[in-house]
């Protein structure tokens, strides 16, 4: 149930949090801030939360809102594909965070694809989520961001919703046409879209995909009560919750070990769909080097020397603190979810559903997963990363005092004696078969062609003592 009375109002000046050390003006975008205000529904359940995710809801109270629309696009008189991707801005860390636009900037800016961040949830603006750290946005600016005011969760669907038509109708691209419009949301965020796909998305119609990125065992409440994730591990959520079979709109879920094992939506084991694909990547973590901090310097273009090392192994995570191990710093999470998110464009376009992806091998417990003799997971989606290792790449393992550590996986790199007995003729054995991989991975639609350069002089570049 969307408004049609929204108002949307630039916020003057640039915008305290940049996407990153690049610069988005010399890729060909421009970044605007827009305060956004209406009046949102809530809803709730006029039948049972069924497992399989048919649920019935039924729009409830309404509350006004004035919350934030973070826009990306390609500038005034360049290229636009005409496709919007519309994140559920992520509030877990306690800070108003884009995990969707971090990981596949580089692949939306090729594509001369729009990004809309919007600050779905109260906790962005007024704090309070499983983090509360002082980093929410009335707290680090006061003054810039005094007229967000947010009624609660229970309104965040129906402000997700006008925030899309808004997009889509209502001035935020400025002289842009937005075509389609792709809800994407990663962890927190995931679990919002998966309640939003089954109990709001029927209603509203506003979005033309999803992409539904590392979600969890369940989807969030529909009504006030703070977000809470199940305990670790597969078996501890009491009820699995599918996203529901009859989705009006192409579906992606993209999940790495960390997710399936840990965050319980192995045990959801939910078969493709009509309108639904569920990608699960070996080797991954739902956290990595690459989101936490060579993101925020990459743009599209960085020398593969500098990548590497922006993506080396490290126990040191901005912001958060120290793992015990490194943690997971392979490059497929990245790869991965930019072709996901490239198939489900053109799905969503009319053209071609994604390639039906292998499902991991859990073990009998839930709790880990099947491993080859080197120790790394298998089944899934295949990459170089695991199918031509210099080190055992995991979604599980992470030990640390931080709530968030086992996040983000574990990197255990090989001994000298086991590259050698694995590559024989060193590096250019390596490179030769890690080619292969990468080809097999393309061809099979899992890896765009794009980023092969990219990833080929990457692994040049990590090759462990460069002999």
Not at 262 to 288: F, K, S, T, V, Y
Not at 299 to 311: F, M, N, T, V, W
Request: hydrophobic share 40%.
């Amino acid at each position: 149930m969307t408004s049609n009375t929204t108002v949307l109002r630039p916020l003057p000046g640039p915008q305290p949090m940049p996407a990153g050390s690049y610069d988005l003006a010399a890729l060909g975008y421009v970044e605007e801030e827009f305060a956004f205000s209406g009046h949102a529904a809530s809803y709730r359940l006029a039948g049972e939360r069924t497992s399989n995710g048919q649920w019935i809801a039924e729009a409830g109270n309404g509350r006004p809102f004035t919350t934030r629309l973070l826009v990306r696009r390609p500038a005034d008189g360049t290229e636009f594909s005409g496709t919007v991707i519309v994140e559920w801005m992520n509030v877990s860390g306690g800070i108003d965070a884009p995990p969707i636009w971090m990981m596949t900037h580089t692949h939306l800016v090729r594509r001369r694809h729009a990004w809309v961040g919007v600050t779905a949830q109260r906790a962005g603006i007024e704090g309070g989520g499983l983090v509360d750290n002082g980093m929410h946005l009335k707290k680090l600016f006061p003054d810039r961001y005094a007229i967000l005011s947010h009624p609660g969760d229970a309104w965040s669907y129906d402000v997700f919703s006008q925030a899309g038509n808004v997009v889509r109708e209502g001035g935020a691209l400025g002289p842009l046409t937005a075509r389609r419009l792709i809800a994407a949301g990663h962890s927190q965020s995931a679990a919002f879209l998966t309640t939003y796909l089954n109990a709001v998305n029927s209603q509203a119609g506003v979005f033309d995909g999803f992409a539904v990125h590392g979600r969890l065992a369940t989807g969030a409440p529909l009504d006030d009560r703070p977000f809470q994730p199940p305990p670790r591990g597969a078996k501890a959520a009491a009820v699995a919750e599918q996203i529901r079979a009859d989705v009006h709109a192409p579906v992606i879920v993209l999940q790495t070990e960390t997710d399936q094992a840990l965050l319980g939506a192995g045990q959801i084991a939910q078969p493709d769909a009509g309108l639904l694909r569920n990608w699960e990547l070996a080797g991954a973590a739902h956290g990595d080097t690459y989101l936490l901090i060579a993101s925020g310097h990459d743009d599209g273009s960085l020398p593969a020397e500098r990548l590497a090392g922006l993506a080396r192994p490290t126990t040191d995570i901005p912001f958060l603190g120290t793992t015990e191990l490194p943690i997971n710093s392979g490059l497929q999470h990245r790869y991965v979810a930019c072709a996901a998110l490239d198939h489900l464009g053109a799905w969503a376009a009319g053209g071609a559903a994604p390639p039906a992806s292998p499902r991991l091998d859990l073990t009998a417990d839930g709790l880990d997963y099947a491993r080859d003799a080197l120790g790394v997971a298998t089944g899934g989606i295949r990459t170089p990363w695991t199918d031509v290792p210099t080190a055992v790449l995991s979604g599980v393992g992470q030990t640390g005092p931080n709530l968030f550590s086992f996040l983000f996986g574990v990197t255990r790199p090989f001994s000298d004696g086991q590259l050698a007995s694995l590559y024989p003729g060193g590096r250019a054995e390596y490179l030769a078969r890690f080619g292969q991989s990468l080809d097999a991975a393309i061809a099979a639609g899992f890896v765009l062609p794009d980023d092969r350069a990219e990833a080929l002089a990457v692994a040049e570049a990590s090759w462990p003592g460069r002999r």
